[in-house]
C-alpha cells in the first residue's frame, strides 16, 4: 500500500463506519443495546482508523490538496458537500466523545439525548466523505500534471 492509496482506503474506512452507525441506530430503536454497543464501538475504530489514515495522507502531501477537476452545474454541488462535509467533520469529533462520556458513567438519558444530535450528525459525515471521494477521485479525476 503506497499513500496513493489513502483516499480509496479512507472513503471504505467511511463507508463501513456508514453501516456500523446505521445498525447501531437500527439495533437500538429496537431495544437491542448489546449489538447496538457493538456497532457503536466498532463505528468508533473504524472513524478513528479513518482520521489515522486521512491525517497520514494529507501529511505526506505537505497540506497540498486535490483539485476538484468537475466542471458546470458539479462545480458548485461539489463543493457545497464538501464545506458542509468539513464544517460537521470538525463538531463530530467533540460531539462523539461527549456523547461516549455519559456512557461509562452509566448516564444513559444523558446519553440518549446527546446521540440523538451526534448519530445524524455522525452518519452525515460518513456518507458524504464518501461521496466527495467518488466525486473528486473517481467521477471527476484530477488532471494529471
Not at 480509496?8 to 452507525?21: D, E, G, K, P, Q
Not at 467533520?89 to 444513559?108: E, M, Q, S
Not at 445524524?120 to 466527495?132: D, F, K, Q, R
Amino acid at each position: 500500500m503506497t499513500i496513493s492509496d489513502l483516499p480509496a482506503l479512507n472513503a471504505s474506512l467511511n463507508a463501513i463506519s456508514t453501516v456500523f452507525i446505521a445498525a447501531g441506530w437500527y439495533l437500538i430503536r429496537r431495544g437491542h443495546w448489546r449489538q447496538h454497543v457493538a456497532c457503536m464501538i466498532a463505528a468508533v475504530i473504524t472513524s478513528t482508523l479513518f482520521l489515522v489514515s486521512y491525517l497520514t495522507y494529507h501529511y505526506s502531501r505537505g497540506g497540498q490538496s486535490t483539485l476538484f477537476a468537475g466542471q458546470g452545474i458539479i462545480r458548485p454541488i461539489y463543493f457545497a458537500i464538501l464545506i458542509t462535509h468539513i464544517l460537521l467533520a470538525f463538531v463530530i469529533l467533540p460531539l462523539v466523545i461527549i456523547t461516549l462520556v455519559p456512557v461509562f458513567r452509566r448516564r444513559w438519558d444523558k446519553h440518549r439525548r446527546l446521540g440523538r444530535w451526534t448519530m445524524p450528525i455522525w452518519l452525515y459525515v460518513s456518507i458524504t466523505g464518501v461521496i466527495v471521494y467518488f466525486m473528486l477521485y473517481r467521477w471527476f479525476p484530477p488532471v494529471a500534471v
